[in-house]
């Protein structure tokens, strides 16, 4: 017999346990929950860093029984992928890197409501204001400067001076991560678009150039081929646990409080309303918002903030509730749709 996930049993919420100990008094709990379900499977369009969704449907198979066919990809991928497939979508879930994406989908009325027990693990601003998907883990925008380079007191306080001259040729950013999309329509909804596409201009004029992806741009200013970049603040800090503090000659640095360039972005997972397995994929998104989901993202490698169930990071880095980011929720953000036309116009994509 396939034993059930059950959301709503009391325990480990609001308490940091270490994993096994979590683990540990999952396997205890579930054996209460009842139910029983034979050959559950279900499919996962992963547009999620791999690290975190192996680990995390490694933990949901054992505890559950049912098994996850992922299926991963970049998230704009997938999202196309999923509009065009339709109502024959194959999909049951799909896990995002970024919120824009889910509300891509929402609008597009491919989503299915999220179980309210299952969203009430998260804080509202991180999930869908329409109750469609849930957010799951966070990151937040940072600059990384190389430290033989570049001292403290010389860095920008805000987004918008790294399209001023003094910056020119010494600017690193991925143009094309969709983790750059919320800062760019952070930047629109507080300026306005002509000015965030002045300031888009300014930021290609300055580039050393255009990289493909954060990791690159991470790899780049640590090696000095780059004074400054733009990134999320996890890809300073899984570079620094591949690498070895040593092999470190950069730092991360946070823009002034409520700057429009320092800015949360959410990952979260919904449920299509093509899936053929509605319960067993309600069940995975109410695993990833777990206690017992989040405490794996809590001590990955993959350095995301937990953010559902009141679990705390146990990685060494700013705490989550320290961090002072520019005041907008994520339906705020959108559907990405701002961001990728003023990209088009300044011909960075």
């Not at 034979?38 to 690290?51: A, D, E, K, P, V």
Request: charged letters at 15%.
């Amino acid at each position: 017999m396939v034993q059930e996930w059950c959301p709503s049993l009391p325990g480990a919420t609001g308490r940091r346990l270490r994993l096994g100990v979590v683990i540990a008094a999952a396997g205890a709990l579930l054996a209460a929950c009842g139910g029983s379900s034979s050959s559950n499977s279900i499919t996962l369009y992963n547009g999620q860093h791999q690290q975190t969704t192996l680990a995390l449907v490694a933990r949901f198979e054992k505890l559950t029984g049912i098994s996850v066919n992922v299926r991963s990809n970049d998230e704009r991928a997938l999202a196309a992928q999923l509009a065009a497939e339709g109502s024959g979508s194959p999909a049951d879930v799909i896990y995002s890197e970024n919120s824009p994406t889910l509300e891509y989908l929402q609008n597009k009325g491919l989503l299915v409501p999220v179980t309210p027990s299952t969203l009430a693990r998260t804080p509202s601003r991180y999930d869908s204001p329409q109750g469609a998907w849930v957010g799951v883990s966070g990151r937040v925008s940072v600059l990384v400067y190389n430290t033989q380079e570049l001292k403290p007191s010389q860095l920008p306080t805000s987004v918008m001076q790294l399209a001023q001259p003094q910056w020119k040729g010494k600017l690193a950013f991925a143009a094309a991560e969709t983790d750059f999309q919320p800062v760019v329509t952070t930047v629109a909804r507080t300026y306005g678009n002509a000015a965030a596409l002045r300031w888009l201009e300014g930021l290609k004029a300055n580039a050393v150039r255009i990289y493909p992806d954060n990791e690159t741009v991470t790899d780049q200013v640590n090696r000095g081929q780059a004074p400054i970049g733009l990134i999320d603040q996890y890809y300073w800090y899984r570079q620094r646990a591949q690498v070895g503090a040593s092999g470190m000659h950069s730092a991360i640095a946070y823009f002034a409080p409520h700057d429009p360039g320092y800015v949360i972005d959410v990952s979260g997972a919904a449920v299509l309303k093509s899936s053929r397995h509605q319960a067993a994929a309600q069940k995975f998104l109410a695993f990833l918002v777990s206690a017992q989901g989040q405490e794996i993202i809590a001590h990955s490698d993959s350095f995301e903030y937990p953010i559902a169930s009141g679990v705390k990071t146990a990685q060494p880095e700013t705490p989550f509730n320290r961090l002072r980011p520019f005041p907008i929720g994520v339906g705020a953000l959108g559907d990405g749709s701002t961001a990728l036309a003023l990209l088009q116009k300044a011909q960075l994509l």
